[in-house]
């Protein structure tokens, strides 16, 4: 095989006898896998190209700053995370569904989310509502270790296939109520919660370090939503309001709380 593809462009160029043998030869390459191969490489370097873009247009432009989060939004290949059928818009502006009823969200609203958690690279992180796994394997890069729980099975087992498939070993997912957090793993240093709910949840406070930074969005759909950040300083909470958000709510537990 090594000898056919690189040795054809020398008999090209050569007056060689365009025979029967020939013509299969170039059937045989002009159809077997090595153009295959060259497609996908393509497309990986155009998802590369739109992922820089991205990063420019998208988050420089909006002032996201801390370099370690805008190297992170440039290496996490964010078309892994959504389905075939999305692909083409994995780079887009917006958010995009994922299934199940739930979205990945749009670029911005990720390294947002990331640098308010001021992470410096040795940090336990708790992310809540996994989705696609593609916020957690952006924290992988920022953080020692994330945690990460999702409360639709079906999400919880694509996005832990997912990030293993990809590599990112000091990430782990479990299906369960975000509401309860990992209280096994706590305490930690920063918690992320990727959906929308009217206060914080008890268990989630509780798991939170001192000193440690919990970014959430605060509100409901009906009455508008705000992203915050909320530092834990002596056991009280220090919110930060950040800008306006708009997320699906938060399921499980934290239904019947709010009533």
């Known amino acids: 095989m090594s000898i056919t593809i690189l040795s054809l462009s020398p008999i090209l160029n050569r007056s060689f006898p365009a025979g029967p043998a020939l013509f299969f030869l170039l059937f045989f390459l002009s159809t077997g896998p090595l153009p295959r191969a060259a497609a996908g490489q393509n497309e990986e370097a155009e998802f590369a190209r739109a ?56 670029p911005y609203v990720v390294a947002l989310m990331s640098e308010a958690a001021e992470l410096r690279g040795d940090e336990k992180v708790l992310e809540i509502g996994t989705g696609s796994g593609y916020q957690a394997a952006v924290l992988s890069r920022l953080a020692k270790e994330v945690y990460s729980v999702e409360i639709i099975p079906a999400l919880a087992e694509r996005a832990r296939a997912t990030l293993s498939r990809l590599g990112y070993r000091n990430t782990w997912v479990k299906e369960g109520d975000g509401f309860f957090g990992w209280r096994e793993k706590g305490p930690f240093d920063a918690i992320l919660v990727t959906a929308a709910a009217e206060k914080v949840p008890a268990p989630l406070w509780q798991q939170l370090r001192e000193e440690g930074r919990l970014v959430m969005p605060l509100g409901s759909e009906r009455r508008g939503q705000r992203l915050v950040r909320i530092r834990k300083k002596a056991g009280k909470q220090q919110l930060e309001d950040i800008t306006g958000v708009l997320f699906v709510p938060m399921t499980g537990t934290i239904q019947s709380e709010s009533r």
Do not use: C, W
């Not at 700053?65 to 389905?83: C, I």
């Not at 780079?91 to 990945?104: L, S």
């Open 51 to 106: 992922r820089r873009e991205m990063v420019d247009r998208q988050l420089r432009a909006r002032r996201i700053q801390d370099p370690k989060v805008l190297e992170a939004m440039g290496q996490v290949p964010r078309h892994h995370f959504v389905s075939e059928q999305h692909r083409g818009a994995a780079y887009d502006d917006r958010p995009v569904p994922i299934g199940e009823g739930q979205t990945i969200s749009q």
